[in-house]
């Protein structure tokens, strides 16, 4: 595990995505906080880190199979899940309060809870993403032909799991770690210092968010298609609730910490696998 983790990673990621924790962590008992992250499906949220892997190589402009076998190799070692698992688990004991792990298990725990984390783990795991996004978009078009209500719920629903000028923020400091890491390690000339490149991911940020709103929406009514109206207006209250606020602005904060941490560690390994190229 890196200094990064070790040290104060979350808090400057915490930072990054503009939120701070006030209170003490006080679950630190490790049979609660695996429950935890079974019960909420966040153990299979971390494993669908791997899955993005496929576009590490699209940001210093090659393409994952270009490296054939060696590639998958890479992957299955550095995104190894027992790894980001206790890297969650490490933070997770130092910040989750025991309030608010209390709060999401008990919702998590209820029928409808146990319900969504079945469809949202499956969601998490499912490779092919071009019939995934087909079908969401196919359901969202025949919603908004009969005027249907669902969609504003669905939209809630999204707005309360994370805010979206969050998840830029993190979305941009995983590209800069990434290809910060990449130039440190001889894979690619970066012709510009880490401010100028914050500065170019920013002139991303329109179609970056427009897309990160088409592909949530489509998203959500492909995975919660099997669940009423009523059902995904109760899931939008649960999630709005403040506890359920805190919690989601964590696990979001780690998963991305850790995402940002393993591209590190691919940019370091890819100078093996192939020679060193201009950006």
Not at 77 to 98: G, K, R, Y
Not at 115 to 142: F, P, Q, Y
Not at 188 to 217: F, G, V, W, Y
Request: aromatic residues 6%; glycine residues 4%.
């Amino acid at each position: 595990m890196t200094a990064l983790i070790r040290n104060c990673a979350f808090f400057l990621m915490a930072a990054a995505i503009g939120f701070t924790l006030t209170s003490p962590a006080r679950a630190t008992d490790l049979d609660r906080l695996e429950a935890f992250m079974e019960v909420t499906g966040f153990d299979v949220a971390l494993d669908s880190i791997r899955l993005s892997a496929e576009t590490a190589p699209n940001m210093i402009g090659i393409e994952a199979e270009d490296f054939g076998s060696e590639w998958t190799r890479l992957v299955e070692d550095v995104f190894d899940t027992e790894q980001m698992h206790d890297m969650a688990i490490d933070i997770l004991s130092q910040t989750l309060d025991d309030d608010i792990l209390n709060h999401a298990v008990e919702f998590y725990a209820s029928d409808l809870g146990q319900r969504l984390v079945v469809v949202e783990n499956a969601s998490h795991l499912k490779e092919d993403d071009a019939l995934k996004t087909e079908s969401g978009e196919a359901i969202v078009a025949g919603l908004v032909d009969i005027g249907s209500p669902r969609l504003e719920e669905l939209k809630r629903m999204n707005s309360a799991i994370g805010s979206e000028d969050a998840s830029i923020r993190a979305i941009q400091e995983v590209q800069v770690r990434f290809l910060m890491a990449a130039a440190s390690a001889g894979i690619i000339d970066l012709r510009m210092d880490e401010e100028d490149l914050r500065e170019s991911l920013k002139t991303q940020e329109p179609e970056i968010r427009l897309n990160m709103q088409r592909s949530a929406l489509s998203g959500s009514a492909y995975t919660y298609q099997a669940f009423s109206d009523a059902e995904i207006s109760a899931y939008a209250d649960a999630l709005e609730n403040p506890k359920m606020q805190q919690v989601y602005e964590l696990m979001n904060a780690v998963q991305f910490e850790i995402m940002a941490n393993r591209y590190e560690a691919v940019a370091q390994r890819l100078q093996a696998l192939r020679p060193s190229q201009d950006l």
